[in-house]
């Protein structure tokens, strides 16, 4: 009788919940999913991909406003071979005014040089330096033509003739001149670095010599030389 009784009871609960699903299977889809969400709660459907970020174009790079702060100096075109090589036309015939026999003082030092004039593209010196009577150096000398330019190459030795240079004559090139002067460079080593011919007159011009030894201290000399007419008279 009790279960009879139980059954009774709760038969309408079972019909009741039926018949709510089986209205509920009846709504379209689009209905629920239209249905207002609680606060805080996660929506229905799946979040939509985001749409493709568009990238416009960068503009164009302004140019910088000019300021009042100086400019770096522009850098010089590059000087044309032909400016740069300002010797290239220089012949020996323009140095022919050394030939002769020229005596000048270096200090206490007595120096002479002995100069031929231009010829087969060549000059040739000689050059003596003594202290009382003693000779400290011979050197020679040649002027040479070539196509790079005018070359000079300085050699020197004992009295006996043993050369000083092992590795041969120190080569100096012309790199500037005028009507009155004329220098060479030494590109190698300095003996000597520098060599300027200065003419002061038709009988006068002065040697500037630096010197870069190896082991030491530059030196500069600088001799005056005189032209002479003679030969000195020879001493006993």
């Known amino acids: 009788m009790m279960r009879t009784a139980v059954a009774a009871r709760t038969l309408p609960l079972v ?11 009846q709504l379209p889809s689009q209905a629920l999913a239209q249905e207002p969400q609680g606060a805080g709660a996660a929506p229905l459907s799946t979040a939509q991909p985001q749409a493709t970020q568009r990238t416009d174009p960068q503009p164009a790079p302004q140019p910088m406003q000019e300021s009042n702060s100086p400019r770096p100096p522009k ?7 032909a ?23 270096w200090g206490p030092r007595a120096a002479q ?52 240079e092992t590795a041969g004559p120190s080569l100096l090139k012309l790199t500037t001149y005028d009507s009155k002067s004329y220098r060479f460079v030494n590109e190698d080593n300095g003996q000597p670095k520098q060599w ?15 010197i870069v030894p190896e082991k030491g201290q530059e030196q500069t000399a600088e001799i005056l030389y005189h032209r002479q007419s003679a030969m000195p008279p020879v001493s006993h």
């Open 75 to 81: 850098a010089k075109a590059k000087t044309p071979a």
């Open 15 to 25: 019909l009741v919940m039926l018949a709510a699903t089986c209205f509920l299977a």
């Open 196 to 210: 300027l011919m200065k003419r002061i007159d038709l009988n006068t011009y002065l040697a500037h010599f630096d």
């Open 113 to 164: 040089q002995v100069w031929m004039p231009p010829q087969a593209g060549v000059m040739v010196g000689v050059f003596q330096l003594t202290e009382n009577t003693q000779t400290l150096v011979v050197e020679l000398y040649t002027i040479v033509a070539t196509p790079e330019g005018i070359q000079l190459r300085v050699r020197h030795f004992t009295p006996s003739l043993a050369a000083w």
């Open 83 to 105: 400016a740069q090589t300002p010797t290239a036309n220089a012949t020996l015939a323009q140095l022919a005014w050394l030939a002769g026999r020229w005596q000048g003082d």
